[in-house]
């Protein structure tokens, strides 16, 4: 491979040493079909002689088979390749390439164009340090340019460049790029892009790309390399802010040694610095700062560490240490921007996992504020969020973690929703700031707890969900259920769909959101009356695995039973007792579950009750048997 660097025939051990020392810039390019953000990433390979002399002869080969430059070469055709893997069913979100020069490393990813992709350019802006963002001289400012340009300050990239590309194919007509340039400023001023370099130029003739065009005597700026060179990285800026290690792992090799290793994603720490670990708030001081080199005096942002401390102080995985005067926040409750990224809808009240840094918790989005129109910036209602939906939510997690706004640190200020059965990322997400009432609302004690009042009643609480199709017998076994221990003295409530409904959720209808609404909060109120010491049953269709999942996770795993109420489809809509399935059949009653909106059956309940085989009286029976087995009806 050649490089532009003479040091590699001359003396290859100092250029691998100067080499590992440069800067590395990661940069993504942007912008809409057919601007040109191949040919550009093409002519950079090229320029920087990071080309195999196979792929140079390839790219000569296919310029004159399927170039569209005539004899000359198709840059392109360096990048296009991916093209070809997607049409072939290969998924690839962001194609990324490596080159350097003499001053820098770079790594720049080609991220997809269309509206349909926004989660993958997501995915390849979360890294970046600047990006490129084409425009093409004949078209101008057009809606994709301004979708890219959101999303770009959205995700915190500070150094932006408007590459007014394909400038040969309009005479390189200063005028034509001066209107652009005025276009483009007043939109970004709309969205808070203030740092913009303009440049003019074009990437199939080489026109301000490595060198000065000598065809725009006119324009005086940087060339896009001179500027990627010299450009402010994530990490030089970093390094001015306030210290952070976010803990990936404590290092406990021996009894004599506990470190806590990670990557800074902030700031400077020398031994003696005064430190706090959020969430827990406790403090110490650096007694040493550890590499693979051995110990240092300093450290700074992007460097790998582990630090040892002058306290024992409990610091677990996921934790941030911080600099004590000027600490990382701690809150369970956020107003953040989230960017959906699976097929399946975000629904509100549904539980997720959410991942910062190396810190994983429950969270749910609890309200919707709005989605926002990537494409006018319009603020619009919404109740749900579809794949590459961008909205403005609420978030509550169970329990505080430590966190920065994402505009002041991105790593300590960005997460990811991870759907808790399939183990998808669903999400990606960015902290706002905490909202007030997690600081003002605390859990009170109490001193009659759950144990004092489960004893008076002489029985154990639990919960005895009961889940299955309309017309399975749910409220019909359940009842018999309540009856059969209501008479053997126990102390119960039975909370039943319908009946809920007219009180509790009567504002909800029977979307998947207001289903899973629904199910939030009867789980909660199933919590409060388990705390109560009472033998909660529960009747409800249940649909989704994901709510039965997450009213299990807010009692004891010895307080919940799950009982699926297995009856056919058939056999439950040949009952129809209420008339629902008839109407439902003929288009009258829409989300009606089995029919048009899906029922999760339970992969392994803790009972399966067959109401084929097995009658009501039958049922009840062998459930409060099966209770009393499981030690749930307690003395």
Same mark, same amino acid.
């Given at each position: 491979?050649?490089?532009?660097?003479?040091?590699?025939?001359?003396?290859?051990?100092?250029?691998?040493?100067?080499?590992?020392?440069?800067?590395?810039?990661?940069?993504?390019?942007?912008?809409?079909?057919?601007? /040109?953000?191949?040919?550009?990433? /093409?002519?950079?390979?090229?320029?920087?002689?990071?080309?195999?002399?196979?792929?140079?002869?390839?790219?000569?080969?296919?310029?004159?088979?399927?170039?569209?430059?005539?004899?000359?070469?198709?840059?392109?055709?360096?990048?296009?390749?991916?093209?070809?893997?997607?049409?072939?069913?290969?998924?690839?979100?962001?194609?990324?390439?490596?080159? @350097?020069?003499?001053?820098?490393?770079?790594?720049?990813?080609?991220?997809?164009?269309?509206?349909?992709?926004?989660?993958?350019?997501?995915?390849?802006?979360?890294?970046?340090?600047?990006?490129?963002?084409?425009?093409?001289?004949?078209?101008?400012?057009?809606?994709?340019?301004?979708?890219?340009?959101?999303?770009? @300050?959205?995700?915190?990239?500070?150094?932006?460049?408007?590459?007014?590309?394909?400038?040969?194919?309009?005479?390189?007509?200063?005028?034509?790029?001066?209107?652009?340039?005025?276009?483009?400023?007043?939109?970004? !001023?709309?969205?808070?892009?203030?740092?913009?370099?303009?440049?003019?130029?074009?990437?199939?003739?080489?026109?301000?790309?490595?060198?000065?065009?000598?065809?725009?005597?006119?324009?005086?700026?940087?060339?896009?390399?001179?500027?990627?060179?010299?450009?402010?990285?994530?990490?030089?800026?970093?390094?001015?802010?306030?210290?952070?290690?976010?803990?990936?792992?404590?290092?406990?090799?021996?009894?004599?040694?506990?470190?806590?290793?990670?990557?800074?994603?902030?700031?400077? &720490?020398?031994?003696?610095?005064?430190?706090?670990?959020?969430?827990?708030?406790?403090?110490?001081?650096? !007694?040493?700062?550890?590499?693979?080199?051995?110990?240092?005096?300093?450290?700074?942002?992007?460097?790998?560490?582990?630090?040892?401390?002058?306290?024992?102080?409990?610091?677990?995985?996921?934790? &941030?240490?911080?600099?004590?005067?000027?600490?990382?926040? @701690?809150?369970?409750?956020?107003?953040?921007?989230? &960017?959906?990224?699976?097929?399946?809808?975000?629904?509100?009240?549904?539980?997720?996992?959410?991942?910062?840094?190396?810190?994983?918790?429950? +969270?749910?989005?609890?309200?919707?504020?709005?989605?926002?129109?990537?494409?006018?910036?319009?603020? &619009? !209602?919404?109740?749900? %969020?579809?794949?590459?939906?961008?909205?403005?939510?609420?978030?509550?997690?169970?329990?505080?973690? +430590?966190?920065?706004?994402?505009?002041?640190?991105?790593?300590?200020?960005?997460?990811?929703?991870?759907?808790?059965? @399939?183990?998808?990322?669903?999400?990606?997400?960015?902290?706002?700031?905490?909202?007030?009432?997690?600081?003002?609302?605390?859990?009170?004690?109490?001193?009659?707890?759950?144990?004092?009042?489960?004893?008076?009643?002489?029985?154990?609480?639990?919960?005895?969900?009961?889940?299955?199709?309309?017309?399975? /017998?749910?409220?019909?076994?359940?009842?018999?259920?309540?009856?059969?221990?209501?008479?053997?003295?126990?102390?119960?409530?039975?909370?039943?769909?319908?009946?809920?409904?007219?009180?509790?959720?009567?504002?909800?209808?029977?979307?998947?959101?207001?289903?899973?609404?629904?199910?939030?909060?009867?789980?909660?109120?199933?919590?409060?009356?388990?705390?109560?010491?009472?033998?909660?049953?529960?009747?409800?269709?249940?649909?989704?695995?994901?709510?039965?999942?997450?009213?299990?996770?807010?009692?004891?795993?010895?307080?919940?039973?799950?009982?699926?109420?297995?009856?056919?489809?058939?056999?439950?809509?040949?009952?129809?007792?209420?008339?629902?399935?008839?109407?439902?059949?003929?288009?009258? %009653?829409?989300?009606?579950? /089995?029919?048009?909106?899906?029922?999760? !059956?339970?992969?392994?309940?803790?009972?399966?009750?067959?109401?084929?085989?097995?009658? +009501?009286?039958?049922?009840?029976?062998?459930?409060?048997?099966?209770?009393?087995?499981?030690?749930?009806?307690?003395?």
């Amino acid at each position: 491979m050649a490089h532009i660097s003479d040091l590699i025939a001359t003396d290859i051990e100092q250029y691998l040493q100067a080499h590992e020392k440069k800067s590395l810039l990661r940069f993504i390019t942007c912008g809409s079909v057919d601007d /040109g953000k191949s040919t550009l990433i /093409g002519r950079l390979l090229y320029e920087s002689k990071m080309l195999f002399e196979d792929q140079l002869a390839a790219m000569e080969a296919d310029s004159k088979k399927y170039g569209t430059q005539g004899e000359n070469l198709d840059f392109a055709l360096l990048v296009d390749g991916l093209a070809a893997e997607r049409e072939q069913g290969i998924t690839i979100d962001v194609a990324y390439r490596f080159f @350097s020069t003499d001053k820098r490393k770079f790594i720049v990813a080609d991220t997809p164009g269309h509206e349909q992709y926004t989660r993958n350019m997501v995915t390849g802006a979360s890294t970046a340090d600047a990006a490129v963002l084409m425009v093409d001289a004949r078209r101008g400012v057009l809606t994709q340019t301004r979708r890219h340009s959101y999303l770009v @300050s959205l995700l915190g990239i500070r150094h932006i460049v408007v590459a007014i590309s394909k400038m040969d194919l309009v005479d390189y007509a200063e005028p034509v790029f001066r209107r652009i340039c005025e276009d483009y400023r007043s939109f970004a !001023a709309q969205i808070g892009l203030d740092e913009v370099t303009f440049i003019p130029m074009s990437a199939y003739k080489g026109d301000n790309i490595i060198e000065p065009s000598a065809s725009m005597p006119w324009y005086h700026g940087t060339t896009l390399m001179g500027y990627l060179e010299t450009v402010e990285v994530d990490d030089e800026r970093l390094q001015k802010q306030p210290f952070r290690l976010p803990v990936q792992w404590v290092n406990r090799p021996n009894l004599d040694f506990r470190g806590f290793a990670g990557t800074i994603a902030g700031g400077i &720490v020398k031994p003696g610095d005064r430190i706090r670990v959020q969430p827990s708030g406790k403090e110490s001081t650096i !007694a040493r700062i550890v590499t693979r080199d051995g110990d240092v005096e300093q450290a700074v942002a992007g460097q790998s560490i582990t630090l040892t401390l002058a306290d024992e102080i409990d610091i677990s995985r996921g934790d &941030v240490i911080s600099t004590a005067d000027s600490p990382a926040g @701690s809150a369970d409750q956020f107003e953040t921007t989230l &960017v959906w990224m699976h097929d399946e809808p975000l629904l509100p009240g549904r539980p997720y996992l959410l991942k910062i840094g190396a810190k994983t918790v429950t +969270a749910t989005v609890t309200h919707i504020k709005y989605q926002v129109n990537v494409n006018t910036l319009e603020h &619009v !209602a919404a109740r749900t %969020l579809d794949l590459n939906a961008i909205g403005v939510c609420n978030l509550s997690l169970d329990r505080p973690i +430590a966190f920065d706004p994402y505009d002041e640190n991105r790593d300590t200020g960005g997460f990811i929703l991870i759907d808790r059965l @399939s183990n998808n990322t669903v999400g990606a997400g960015l902290i706002h700031f905490a909202l007030r009432r997690s600081q003002n609302i605390h859990m009170q004690h109490v001193d009659v707890d759950k144990a004092a009042r489960a004893a008076l009643k002489h029985q154990k609480p639990c919960v005895l969900w009961f889940t299955g199709l309309s017309g399975a /017998g749910k409220s019909t076994v359940a009842n018999l259920v309540e009856k059969k221990l209501h008479a053997q003295g126990y102390h119960t409530y039975l909370l039943d769909g319908d009946n809920v409904r007219h009180g509790l959720n009567k504002d909800l209808g029977f979307t998947e959101a207001d289903r899973v609404e629904n199910i939030r909060r009867v789980a909660e109120v199933a919590k409060l009356m388990v705390d109560a010491g009472l033998i909660v049953i529960t009747a409800f269709i249940s649909p989704f695995r994901a709510e039965r999942q997450m009213a299990r996770s807010l009692v004891a795993e010895d307080e919940f039973l799950e009982v699926f109420i297995d009856t056919p489809l058939e056999v439950a809509e040949g009952r129809d007792a209420k008339g629902l399935y008839k109407k439902a059949r003929r288009g009258e %009653l829409k989300n009606f579950t /089995g029919i048009d909106s899906p029922y999760e !059956a339970p992969e392994a309940p803790d009972v399966r009750i067959n109401t084929v085989t097995m009658s +009501a009286a039958e049922a009840a029976t062998y459930l409060v048997l099966e209770l009393q087995r499981r030690g749930g009806l307690g003395d």
